[in-house]
């Protein structure tokens, strides 16, 4: 695995090291499951898009295929 560095405000990263604190967990596992989550949100946002182009113009595509 290759690691990141992040510049974290210190408020930010006390946040993390209460959380990381108060749930037993490491600070770094914290912000890893973060930014997975923050990515599958981003995944399911652009598939919606291209879902919402290709249903509006699937004539189009259909004819360009042909």
Same mark, same amino acid.
């Given at each position: ?5 992040? !510049?974290?405000? !210190?408020?930010? =990263?006390? &946040?993390?090291?209460?959380? *990381?604190? +108060?749930?037993? =967990?490491? !600070? ?5 499951? &973060?930014? =997975? ?5 981003? &995944?399911?946002? /652009?598939? +919606? /898009? *291209?879902?919402?182009? &290709?249903? +509006?113009? *699937? ?8």
């Amino acid at each position: 695995m290759q690691e990141l560095t992040l !510049p974290l405000t !210190p408020g930010l =990263r006390d &946040a993390l090291d209460d959380l *990381a604190d +108060a749930t037993g =967990r490491s !600070p770094q596992d914290i912000a890893l499951d &973060a930014v =997975r989550k923050r990515l599958e949100e981003e &995944a399911a946002g /652009v598939r +919606a /898009v *291209a879902e919402r182009l &290709a249903d +509006a113009h *699937a004539e189009l595509l259909r004819r360009l295929g042909e």
